[in-house]
């Protein structure tokens, strides 16, 4: 079975400093792994996701993560934090075999930037 | 505009009252799910739905129900809701597995109070 274990609940940063949002996950078979942001008073959007290939992904608003299989993470990293990036963030996995209906959240993690 | 339409957005109902949170999409997504938000659980799948006359159960489908009649339509119902369904509600669609577009579109969501 697929799990997703997103570590803190809430990360605070500067302004200006580098985001490190952490995700590790658990699969049987190679992941796809998403991150969506949840502006305030809206739905999830993506931000990035990883199928195969390149592991390093690019994604919108400057943010990327890195697929690790050694370490079974997806992190998410930005290296300048802006006030516009205070959001909640969901790493998510699924897999090649299966559907959409088999995506995994993880709990989220709350990003707050002091100014 | 490629988008998913909940409504109401914000709702407040008495336990007992029976209440329909209606979703919508315009991008012919077969895949369509219902998620509900709470503190520190991230979201849960609710009820999601294959295709057209066909719904699965989530991880929490006690006390509602769905029913897709169209393609683009995905209703969640509430018989007779309780305060324990007092969350966050968001409705997701998404694109065909097969091309690795495991990728949902959400909903801005809908908070109901259930008191």
């Known amino acids: 079975a697929q799990s997703v274990t997103q570590l803190g609940s809430h990360v605070s940063v500067s302004e200006g400093a580098l985001v490190l949002l952490r995700c590790n996950y658990s699969s049987s078979v190679p992941p796809y792994l998403f991150w969506y942001v949840q502006y305030p008073n809206q739905g999830l959007q993506l931000l990035l996701k990883?199928?195969?290939?390149?592991?390093l992904v690019k994604g919108i608003n400057g943010f990327e993560a890195e697929f690790k299989k050694s370490e079974t993470s997806f992190h998410l990293t930005k290296p300048s934090a802006h006030m516009s990036d205070a959001a909640e963030y969901f790493c998510a996995v699924s897999d090649l075999t299966s559907s959409a209906s088999k995506i995994i959240f993880g709990s989220g993690t709350r990003l707050s930037i002091r100014p | 505009e490629a988008q998913v339409t909940q409504n109401p957005r914000y709702l407040i109902t008495v336990t007992g009252k029976k209440l329909t949170v209606t979703c919508s999409q315009n991008m012919n997504h077969e895949y369509m799910s219902w998620y509900r938000q709470d503190p520190g659980l991230g979201l849960r799948q609710i009820y999601y739905?294959?295709?057209?006359?066909?719904?699965d159960k989530g991880d929490v489908p006690e006390g509602y129900k769905v029913s897709r009649k169209e393609k683009r339509n995905f209703p969640l119902i509430l018989e007779s809701p309780s305060p324990n369904q007092t969350s966050l509600y968001f409705c997701?669609?998404?694109?065909?597995?097969?091309?690795?577009?495991?990728?949902?579109?959400f909903g801005a969501g809908s908070r109901l109070t259930v008191l």
């Open positions: 997701a669609s998404g694109g065909d597995s097969l091309s690795g577009a495991n990728v949902l579109t």
């Open positions: 739905s294959m295709n057209v006359e066909v719904t």
């Open positions: 990883y199928t195969t290939g390149a592991t």
